[in-house]
């Protein structure tokens, strides 16, 4: 049975197929570039696509359905009154998740303590994170087409609850 599941897990990474988000990335045959390549491919066929991605992965549309509406505007004041703002540079609205777990980040490691707190991070959770997150993440992981993004998303959501339940207990 164990030369049954190596022989398919080498034919699936030969194919760039993963059978399980972890083991086949695990696997000696998988190169860091091969690996990031499968991790990349996935990522633009969910999140970017051409038009309309088939995961959106922004406050927005989760909160709206709609993308660029009111959570996005909202947030906007907010990053503005903890000093922060968009990089020009970026293609990503601030709404994103990636962007929002950064302002977690800087929430949390920066060294600006009227603006780095415990307090700043309940709110902006709260308001920006706690919201939408498990919506997305609920739709990640329905996705088909979802491997190695099934596991961030299981292990996102996880971890939201996490953090949801340490800030239950401040307010406690």
């Avoid at 690996?35 to 992965?57: D, Y």
């Avoid at 906007?76 to 929002?100: I, K, M, N, P, W």
Wanted: glycine fraction near 4%; charge should be negative.
């Amino acid at each position: 049975m164990a030369d049954d599941l190596d022989a398919l897990r080498r034919s699936a990474l030969e194919e760039e197929i993963a059978i399980d988000p972890f083991e086949g990335y695990m696997a000696a045959e998988v190169s860091s570039d091969k690996m990031f390549g499968m991790t990349a491919a996935e990522f633009a066929a969910l999140f970017q696509g051409v038009g309309k991605p088939e995961v959106f992965a922004h406050a927005s549309y989760h909160l709206t359905g709609f993308m660029n509406e009111k959570p996005l505007a909202t947030l906007r004041s907010d990053l503005a009154a903890l000093g922060l703002s968009r990089d020009e540079q970026s293609l990503e609205t601030e709404d994103h998740v990636s962007y929002l777990f950064e302002v977690m980040r800087y929430l949390i490691a920066g060294d600006d303590v009227a603006v780095c707190n415990l307090e700043q991070q309940r709110r902006f959770f709260r308001a920006h994170l706690q919201t939408w997150v498990e919506a997305l993440c609920a739709a990640t992981l329905a996705h088909p087409r979802a491997d190695t993004w099934r596991a961030v998303a299981a292990f996102t959501r996880e971890f939201m609850l996490v953090e949801t339940q340490g800030f239950d207990l401040l307010e406690a």
